[in-house]
C-alpha cells in the first residue's frame, strides 16, 4: 500500500505522457499551447511527483541524491517517451522535445530542493 501511495501518482502521469504521445497526427496542444511548453509542464508535475516518490513523501528526504535520482528517472523517461513516439504515426522523436522534458523536470525538482532546505532549516521534517 506504501508503494502505490508513493509510486502511484507518479506512474499515472507517466501513463498520461504515454497516451498523449500515442495520440497520432497531433498538431496542436490545447489552448494554442506550445509543444516545447506542453513538454516543460507535463515533465515539472512528472518531477514533483517522482521526488516526492524518492523522498518517501518526507520534506527531511529530500536531498540532493534523491533529487538527482528523481531527475534521471524522469529524463530518462522523457528518453524513452521521444522513442515511442517513432511509432506513432504523424509523430517524431526529437532532442529539443526531449530537452524540454528535461528541463521541466529540473526545475520542479529543483523547486522542491530550494523548498525542502528551507522547510526543513525552520520547522523540521514534515510529510510532502
Partial sequence: MEF?????PPLLQMIAIFFASAIP????????VSDH?????GYAVLGALVLR????????GVTIRTAA???A???????????????????????DDWIADAAGAAAAVLVGL??????????GSGEV
Fill in 4 to 8: 502505490l501511495k508513493l509510486w502511484g
Fill in 114 to 123: 530550494v523548498a525542502a532546505a528551507f522547510l526543513n532549516r525552520r520547522a
Fill in 53 to 60: 516518490a524518492c523522498a518517501a513523501a518526507r520534506w527531511h
Fill in 37 to 41: 511548453t506542453g513538454h516543460f509542464i
Fill in 25 to 32: 497526427n497531433l498538431k496542436r496542444l490545447p489552448g494554442d
Fill in 73 to 95: 528517472i524522469c529524463a530518462l523517461y522523457g528518453a524513452t517517451d521521444e522513442f515511442h513516439q517513432r511509432f506513432t504515426p504523424g509523430r517524431t522523436p526529437a532532442v
Fill in 69 to 71: 535520482v528523481a531527475w
